[in-house]
């Protein structure tokens, strides 16, 4: 792949080695978040496998940043990247100190977070509050309510919630699925693995990625990080992955740089929500803003 020069960031890094120092050419590619390194094969041999920071080569359009330098032995070769899991680190730390815990998702028990899940999809969670209430005050939410109620009758009940024909088949979809195979119980659901759920779930009409992945999460408590509008808007903003990159590339960024911690992924999501609703709109607010200290 040809990468134009201004696209390009090239640094030169010395790493202690058993024989001796070895240094290594990085150049990281800006539009792809990414940086590889030219590294001759004999004198990747003699070092040693681990990590290491360096300091951002001068003018870098990410100021004190660093690249984190991993030995990948079984390639014979190096990897060079940003340090993203610094950065996700700091930029978690700035959030929840300046907004708190999050209290995430609101919702009385795993079925009501997987309807509000559907619901969300497109609309604020006001009105998916009211169209829960509707739910509630009529005793259909339960699987085996929505499951016998029709199509027509369940719409008119989540109409709050916007989109209420088609959210009401999804809705009967799901709640079909769920009873067909886990009989309509939570309980059994959480024998099964994380992988194979999320197969299954978006098999089902109308769950994509990020529906199923809230589901995972905040019904299940299965380390699985949400993407969404806001974190494709705030990391692209901050140079570390392009808002055109896939759901899927997204996601294993944070699961490659975070712990596993379905408590951190919950907290996390639930902060670049309030951070994209209140300070990284469409028009930036970026003056007082908690990660306004992390742009060039
Ligand atoms: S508002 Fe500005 S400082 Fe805040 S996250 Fe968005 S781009 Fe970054």
Redesign the pocket.
Known sequence: MQKKQADLQCVSLSFPGSGGSAVVKACRIMSLGMAVVVSPHRQVGALPAACYNSPAPAGGSRGSRSLHVGYVGQWGMRVVEPDTKGLLMDIFRRLHSAFGPQHWWPGDGPFEVMVGAILTQNTNWTNVERAIENLKRAKALTPAAINRMSQERLAGLIRPAGYFNIKAGRLKSFVGFFIERYFGRVSRMKDVDTPTLRRQLLKVHGIGPETADSILLYALGRPVFVIDAYTKR?LS??GIMDASESYERFQELFHAALPHDAGLFNEYHALLVR?GKE??RPK???EG?P??G??S
């Open positions: 705030v903003r901050h951070l300070f990284c930036p607010r970026c803003c990660l306004s992390l742009l």
